[in-house]
């Protein structure tokens, strides 16, 4: 099973950016994708954004030209960036990553907030103040 280490989170004001890394033991297959989810206390674990092994990318409507995600697949370390950081973005962010098929796509991926037989990271938090 790949094993998935989230780094990169911390507090920033309002308006700031970070950048997430997520570095993972083996390199996404065809037909793999990986995906940057967040958790807040109370509220379910939602999908941020994916992307698969093509490269194509989803993003949640709250993050669309905010956030971008992107990966290094020669490293085998799955990027997130996010800028102009709001309140709300504060949660537990974590990494997942495995293979989507059938009727699965990272569209799915995404709106299920991740599949819970796939890989998943220890998360980082990120914390944004007013």
């Known amino acids: 099973r790949v094993q998935l280490v989230e780094s990169g989170g911390g507090s920033v004001q309002a308006g700031g950016s970070l950048r997430l890394a997520c570095t993972a033991s083996?390199?996404?297959?065809?037909?793999?994708?990986m995906g940057w989810f967040r958790q807040a206390p109370g509220k379910e674990r939602e999908g941020v954004a994916v992307?698969?092994?093509?490269?194509?990318?989803v993003y949640d409507d709250s993050v669309k030209g905010r956030f971008t995600i992107s990966k290094d697949s020669a490293k085998n370390i799955l990027y997130l960036q996010m800028d102009r950081l709001q309140p709300e973005d504060t949660a537990m962010y974590y990494c997942s990553m495995g293979y989507v098929g059938g009727t699965a796509n990272k569209a799915t991926m995404l709106a299920r907030g991740g599949y819970e037989y796939h890989s998943w990271g220890q998360g980082t938090q990120v914390t944004v103040s007013s």
């Open positions: 992307i698969d092994s093509d490269g194509s990318t």
């Open positions: 083996t390199g996404a297959a065809p037909g793999y994708c």
